[in-house]
């Protein structure tokens, strides 16, 4: 049977978990994974639910349980490792293009998507208007840590 546009993109956005969720050593409650493609520029980045808490990927050790006043693991958060996640994301992202280009789609100028570990279940959304680009004092970032935050609160109203 001959693959179709949703099986490749469902399998690229498979591969963008994965990839997330080698970084926090598939330990991680949700996973939240923003790209976005405007103007020529791609851009990716990632956050995490851990034990409740909501951490961008260079917090993750500030959301483990403490034991003894010690944490219970330390993830590598460094630098190279984080730029590297950041690098494959990219390159995922890129491939979802070439298969827009491929199949004749359009392509998303924003795909936000959530991973629920425990129910290995994903949502994503997409939007195919500009989002940040139109606008003189938005960036991708801007937009990633809007989402960031307003996951954050819902995460800490019952606190």
């Known amino acids: 049977m001959k693959k179709v ?4 993109l469902a399998e690229l956005q498979a591969d963008i978990v994965a990839i997330c969720l080698e970084y926090v ?11 976005s ?8 980045d990632v956050f995490y639910k851990i034990n409740g808490k909501v951490v961008r990927k260079h917090q993750l050790n500030e959301a483990l349980e403490e034991l003894n006043g010690q944490p ?9 490792r984080q730029w590297s996640m950041l690098r494959i ?7 979802i293009h070439k298969k827009c280009k491929e199949f004749n789609r359009e392509m998303p100028t924003e795909i936000k998507m959530h991973y629920n570990v425990k129910e290995n279940k994903l949502r994503a959304t997409y939007k195919y208007d500009l989002v940040w680009s139109n606008d ?11 989402w960031f935050e307003e996951v954050s609160k819902e995460n800490n109203t019952g606190d």
């Open 5 to 8: 546009f949703e099986d490749y």
């Open 25 to 35: 050593n598939d330990r991680a409650d949700d996973i939240y994974m923003y790209c």
């Open 37 to 44: 493609f405007e103007q020529g520029a791609y851009s990716f």
């Open 72 to 80: 219970n693991e330390i993830y590598d958060v460094s630098r190279e």
């Open 89 to 95: 994301g990219v390159n995922y992202f890129k491939e």
């Open 136 to 146: 003189e004092m938005l960036l991708p970032e801007d937009i990633f840590l809007s």
